[in-house]
């Protein structure tokens, strides 16, 4: 059972935005940074987002991340049909001494 | 820029070992501060960090397969090895391995194998 909570699915339509949750469920990693992942149909997951809110090189702005206590939020903005997805919250688990990852969320761009 | 290629065999038989191998280019593993993971994706299902081995040598198992999992490095080579022992079909899976590594606050896989695809037959 991971420290991470999200939903199993969102969608939305192409241009719009969408918004995925991931709560966290011990106060082990309140004091911790989250990282996104997107994880495409036969390829390697990529990391989006690090630090709750900035982007490696290469990603474009409208990924965005932020964090509020325990949970932190991974907004998408212009939704493409190319950003049909899983996409992983992560985590340090201090109590493991390891990265976990959320549960990850399907996204469907309709 | 490091790249990671998972090797090893695409059928199992059950109650037998599997083997997977990492081959690391453009990155020692014996420096460097980082941790080389092996993440596994049961169909369906999502990502789970089963192991890593540090930099240092220092090991990390899941709780789960503590017992049938060892993850090792090669002495003289840029691999990092897995062996999971008497597998069963919950162990059928796509294998990654990653990197992992601080950037500034957090912790991130940044560079990630292709995968291998793990099946464990009867």
């Known amino acids: 059972q991971s420290v991470l909570t999200q939903p199993p699915s969102v969608s939305a339509a192409p241009g719009q935005k969408v918004t995925i949750s991931c709560s966290g469920t011990s106060s082990n990693i309140d004091n911790n940074y989250f990282s996104w992942y997107q994880h495409l149909p036969g390829a390697a997951p990529k990391l989006l987002i690090y630090d709750n809110n900035k982007r490696p090189s290469g990603i474009p702005d409208r990924f965005s991340g932020s964090k509020s206590g325990s949970s932190a939020t991974l907004g998408i903005t212009g939704l493409q049909t190319g950003d049909e997805a899983d996409y992983y919250c992560?985590?340090?688990?201090?109590?493991?001494?390891?990265?976990?990852f959320g549960g990850g969320t399907k996204l469907t761009v309709l | 820029q490091v790249r990671l290629q998972e090797s090893g065999p695409g059928l199992v038989k059950a109650s037998q070992t599997l083997s997977l191998t990492c081959t690391v280019s453009g990155d020692p593993i014996s420096y460097g501060g980082y941790y080389w993971n092996w993440i596994r994706q049961h169909p369906g299902k999502g990502l789970e960090v089963i192991g890593y081995i540090y930099y240092t040598g220092d090991t990390y198992y899941s709780p789960s397969l503590k017992s049938r999992l060892t993850i090792s490095t090669g002495t003289s080579s840029n691999k990092i090895s897995l062996t999971l022992t008497s597998v069963t079909a919950a162990d059928t899976a796509v294998y990654y391995c990653?990197?992992?590594?601080?950037?500034?606050?957090?912790?991130?896989?940044?560079?990630w194998g292709q995968g291998t695809l793990v099946t464990v037959s009867s």
């Open positions: 992560g985590i340090w688990d201090p109590s493991l001494s390891s990265g976990v």
């Open positions: 990653a990197r992992g590594g601080w950037i500034s606050g957090t912790y991130v896989f940044d560079s």
